[in-house]
Structure formats: structure tokens, C-alpha cells
């Protein structure tokens, strides 16, 4: 019985043992899982996003490109009516500073109530102002040009920040699906030793259970004997007390009522030996 009771006791211990491993690996997995949610969340948010500029970038260069078209086929077209025409448009300067003067109000040469004088312009009086329009024009193009330019290694840049960022977030994706599947495995591992160990513990307790009941069953037997024993051991001390003397008689040791007397075979056999002292 003291046997079995330690066996339970080490039961218990190594199931509370079991049961805190596994407590602890459920937390661990539970966070696991919860990280790999959020991540997948990340993921999915930045794909997004990405998306996103991208079609922003695509708009954007889209809309400048068609007004690159559209400005380059004005100063063309611009340009050729000029020239068919024989107007000297004069040379395009590389740098233009397009400053728009505050509009002043009207000098007037004569007194504001007479009616104006009227002349006849000749043709080639707007080559300044068409000189102007088309490098306006050009300068507006180059501008759209770079705005391209920018915007395509801005693109390029998002780019490769995102895909350097979901390399990253894939690789720890991979980390934590193998950390879950440890855990759960640990897990599965642990709970299958606890359930054995549980098994083993109900044995141990249905056994003692049938060695206190043997016990309870042989315990008036037990008490009996343990009651009697004194008894029992007296009465074979007299038994060999007798032997004893018997035997030291037959070996020729006289008592001391025979010695003065002639020996009487026919009172031999109605002689005591438990009365007979060594």
C-alpha cells in the first residue's frame, strides 16, 4: 500500500507537470497564432497599397503623357503655321522665366471719352507673342518630361522597398507556421503522455483501492492470531519443557523420590513427566 501511495504521489506530480507544459506551449501557439493573423493582415495591406501607387503612378504618367502629345502637336502645329506664313518667330531661348506681370490699368494717350483711333496691323506683329507661346509650350513638355522621369524612379523605389519589405514578411511568415506546427506537435506529445500517465495513476489507485479492501478482509484473522500469539507461544515453552525432561530421564538421570527406593517397573508407567523437575 505504501508502495502504490508513492507511485500515485509521482503520478500527480508528473501530471501537474504535463498539464503546466502544455498550459504554457497553448499560450505560446496561441501568440503565435495571433502573429501570423496580424502579419498576414500586413501583408495583404501593403499589397494594397502597392497597388495603389502604382496605379497612381500609371494615371499620372498616363495624364502626362497624353498632355506631352497634345502640347507637342500645338507648338508643332504652332510652329508650321509661322513658317508657312514666312513669320520670323526669332530663336527659341533654352531658358524662359515665365513671370506673369500684375496687370496694370489701361494709359490712355487721349482723353478717355474721345473714341479710339483704329489702324491695320501687318502680319508679322505677333511673332513675339508666338515666340513666347511656343516656348511656353516647350518648357511646359520638359517639365512633363521630368515630372515622367521623377515619378518612374519614385515607382521604381516603392518597388523595391516593397518587395524587400514582403521578402522579409514572407520569410517570417515561414518562421512562425514552423514554430506553430512545433508547438503543436510538442503539444500533441505531451497530452498523449499525460493521458498514459492518467492510465497509469487509475491503475495504481484501483489497486490500492483492492489492497485496502484485502486488508479490511484479513484483518479479524490477522487480529486473532496477533491476540492469541502469546498464549500459543507459553503453551510450546511448556511442551519443551517437558520433552526436555522426558528426555533427560530416559537418559539414566534418576529423580530424586527414586533414589533411596528399588526401582518399581510396574509404577514406570504411572509416572508424570510434566511433573518431573531437570
Not at 507511485?7 to 506551449?25: F, G, M, P, S, W
Not at 498514459?196 to 490477522?222: F, G, Q, W
Amino acid at each position: 500500500m505504501k508502495d502504490l501511495e508513492w507511485n500515485i504521489k509521482k503520478n500527480n506530480v508528473q501530471i501537474d507537470k504535463l498539464e503546466n507544459t502544455i498550459e504554457r506551449e497553448t499560450a505560446s501557439r496561441d501568440k503565435t497564432v495571433n502573429q501570423i493573423r496580424d502579419l498576414l493582415n500586413n501583408i495583404e495591406n501593403m499589397g494594397t497599397q502597392r497597388v495603389n501607387e502604382n496605379e497612381d503612378f500609371l494615371n499620372r504618367k498616363n495624364e502626362d503623357a497624353a498632355a506631352i502629345s497634345l502640347l507637342t502637336q500645338a507648338r508643332d502645329a504652332l510652329t508650321a503655321y509661322y513658317e508657312n506664313n514666312a513669320i520670323d518667330m526669332g530663336p527659341i531661348q533654352g531658358n524662359v522665366n515665365l513671370i506673369q506681370a500684375k496687370k496694370q490699368g489701361p494709359d490712355f494717350a487721349v482723353d478717355e471719352h474721345d473714341a479710339p483711333g483704329m489702324s491695320m496691323s501687318h502680319k508679322g506683329k505677333h511673332a513675339d507673342a508666338s515666340k513666347g507661346i511656343v516656348q511656353i509650350m516647350t518648357y511646359l513638355i520638359e517639365d512633363l518630361n521630368d515630372e515622367i522621369m521623377n515619378g518612374m524612379k519614385l515607382e521604381a523605389k516603392g518597388q523595391m522597398n516593397f518587395d524587400k519589405a514582403n521578402s522579409t514578411a514572407t520569410t517570417l511568415l515561414e518562421n512562425l507556421g514552423e514554430k506553430k506546427t512545433n508547438l503543436e506537435g510538442s503539444m500533441a506529445d505531451h497530452e498523449e503522455d499525460e493521458t498514459d500517465e492518467e492510465l497509469v495513476r487509475k491503475t495504481n489507485t484501483h489497486m490500492l483501492k483492492d489492497e485496502k479492501t484485502y486488508k479490511a478482509s484479513i484483518k479479524p484473522d490477522c487480529d486473532w492470531i496477533i491476540g492469541a500469539f502469546t498464549e500459543r507461544a507459553d503453551k510450546r515453552a511448556m511442551e519443551m519443557n517437558g520433552l526436555v525432561t522426558a528426555k533427560e530421564f530416559l537418559a539414566g538421570k534418576k529423580p530424586s523420590f527414586l533414589q533411596k527406593r528399588t526401582f518399581n517397573d510396574d509404577a514406570f508407567g504411572n509416572i508424570g513427566f510434566l511433573g518431573v523437575s531437570a
